[in-house]
């Protein structure tokens, strides 16, 4: 079973949310509803390589859907042609995050195409009028002895979305607890996701399109992530590093008893390695001081054909 998990922000919202992250939050809204017997099985159906979430990325309602996926690593690697793409263009082209999915699409089928950068050249010039706005808020820190101010001012950064929202994609290879993990899904929209959720952030109005809009090439040996990945020993000898583009994260946090939870590194989304491998990656316990927190490192992999 594949789905959309489409999620419209109420309020202020990030602009991308990784894969464990919302690994997270789900596993904390099923174990509420269903309890913790209940939630040990959803753990075990992970562990076992039964769901693979990708990280949220945007969407925008222009006319149509646009959905934006990662801009693949191996685009970077290329050369862009001389006097097809204005220069002031190239370096904006470089930096861009996203591509739409049929930039993406396209690219995954044939690893190279005429007019790649005159359409991604295009999506940025559209992503920057019609995407997610950043904005700041003014915070005071505060003494938690005196519940007084300490004077001190900080910033957050969020963003607002005119016209779409965040969208994730979840494969599943049992759908015995299907309904269950899609009602846990609308719940945690309700309950907020990440940061500041007591005041309203991060909390998402959902909606689930059977399908996906990613499709990967029929043939080919690379693969492209659209999820954080931390591979295993053994896949780690399969994914010729060499021949691979890629970008690293350290993620580490504080567990519910204040205790720092153990660093983990991950590959980014729109990495890309020489090796395909179906539903690759591992969860992985970071927890400390005998207690466990889960981290997702399952990676949610398109297969590509290659550069060409």
Do not use: W
């Not at 309890?35 to 990325?57: P, R």
Request: net charge positive.
């Amino acid at each position: 079973m594949e789905f959309t998990v489409k999620l419209r922000p109420r309020n202020r919202s990030d602009s991308h949310i990784n894969s464990s992250t919302l690994f997270g939050a789900i596993v904390s809204t099923y174990r509420s509803m269903y309890g913790s017997d209940e939630c040990a099985n959803l753990l075990q159906m992970f562990g076992m390589k039964k769901i693979a979430l990708s990280s949220a990325f945007p969407f925008i309602d222009e006319g149509k859907t646009v959905y934006c996926l990662p801009k693949p690593y191996d685009i970077d690697s290329l050369d862009i042609p001389e006097g097809i793409i204005p220069y002031e263009y190239q370096k904006k082209i470089r930096k861009s995050r996203y591509v739409s999915a049929e930039i993406f699409n396209k690219f995954m089928a044939e690893g190279n195409y005429e007019g790649l950068f005159k359409d991604i050249q295009e999506f940025v010039n559209f992503f920057k009028i019609n995407g997610p706005k950043q904005g700041e808020e003014q915070h005071a820190f505060i003494n938690r002895l005196s519940s007084s101010t300490m004077g001190q001012l900080y910033f957050k950064t969020y963003h607002s979305f005119k016209r779409g929202g965040l969208f994730f994609l979840v494969k599943m290879l049992e759908e015995s607890n299907a309904e269950k993990v899609i009602a846990a899904i609308r719940l945690m929209g309700e309950k907020g996701i990440g940061r500041d959720t007591s005041t309203g952030f991060g909390c998402y109005d959902v909606s689930i399109e059977r399908g996906l809009p990613v499709e990967g090439a029929s043939s080919g040996d690379r693969m492209c992530l659209l999820s954080i990945y931390s591979p295993s020993e053994d896949e780690v000898k399969q994914l010729d590093i060499e021949c691979s583009a890629y970008r690293l994260m350290v993620r580490q946090g504080l567990m519910p008893n204040g205790f720092l939870r153990k660093r983990q590194l991950f590959f980014t989304e729109g990495s890309c390695f020489g090796k395909f491998l179906d539903m690759p990656g591992k969860i992985i316990d970071c927890g400390s001081s005998g207690r466990p927190s889960f981290e997702n490192g399952l990676g949610f992999a398109v297969r590509a054909r290659g550069l060409s």
